[in-house]
């Protein structure tokens, strides 16, 4: 499968994971009559990811997430070469979703966005956890899932249960720290949010990639200690 069509793939995955996701945050969340809170928002998180790793899992291996493409390279099972064109069409994709979340959050006339589930720490934090304990959050939890990610899609593995794994893996990731940074795990994820939301959560972005990216390269090489064969 050629570059384009696998960065093509790449970004309406990544579309998928955050009009998902964020969406269900967004839209359906603060509304009592909807009702679904901290369970229902990581459970749509966890199906963005199922649902897509099974429709272009094959095409462009179903990253959706900076991190994850950083540490597949650092893991080796992914070329250098093809990580920053991943970054942006993974970015590209978060954006656009965004907007078109904006554009329908912002249907209503007395529509409040509050911080749009952009991510933070401190004063952003939903639990107003500290920039040390947001920072930790996100690299443990990344790690863990480029560790999931890593063994899930070996080819040792049982086969076809990948995305299923990796989905459910998401979606508990998401029910142990939306409390502390809102959950991203996912720096194009966090971009995309910080863009509309603005202010204060822009000026925090920096965390929810150094952090994410940092935790994907150490849960892959781990992996791949772990994992190698003798």
């Known amino acids: 499968m050629n570059l384009g069509k696998r960065l093509g793939a790449e970004f309406i995955g990544t579309f998928w994971l955050v009009l998902g996701g964020c969406g269900s945050a967004v839209l359906a969340a603060l509304f009592p009559q909807v009702g679904i809170g901290l369970l229902g928002v990581s459970l749509a998180f966890g199906l963005t990811v199922l649902t897509m790793a099974f429709a272009i899992g094959h095409i462009s291996g179903c990253h959706l997430n900076p991190a994850v493409t950083a540490g597949l390279v650092a893991g080796g099972r992914h070329p250098a070469g093809e990580l920053l064109p991943y970054w942006v069409a993974q970015v590209l994709g978060a954006t656009a979703a965004a907007a078109v979340l904006y554009l329908i959050a912002t249907g209503k006339a007395d529509a409040k966005l509050g911080g749009f589930a952009a991510n933070g720490y401190g004063e952003l934090s939903i639990g107003k956890y500290s920039l040390t304990a947001g920072f930790v959050c996100e690299v443990v939890m990344t790690a863990v899932f480029l560790f999931v990610i890593m063994g899930a899609t070996d080819r040792r593995a049982p086969a076809g249960f990948a995305p299923i794994a990796i989905g459910l893996c998401l979606t508990l990731i998401h029910l142990i720290s ?47 200690t772990v994992a190698s064969e003798d």
């Open 178 to 224: 939306i409390p502390v940074t809102q959950t991203s795990v996912n720096p194009a994820r966090s971009t995309s949010q910080a863009l509309f939301a603005g202010g204060a959560y822009l000026s925090q972005l920096w965390l929810f990639w150094v952090a994410p990216l940092l935790g994907g390269v150490i849960g892959a090489i781990v992996y791949k």
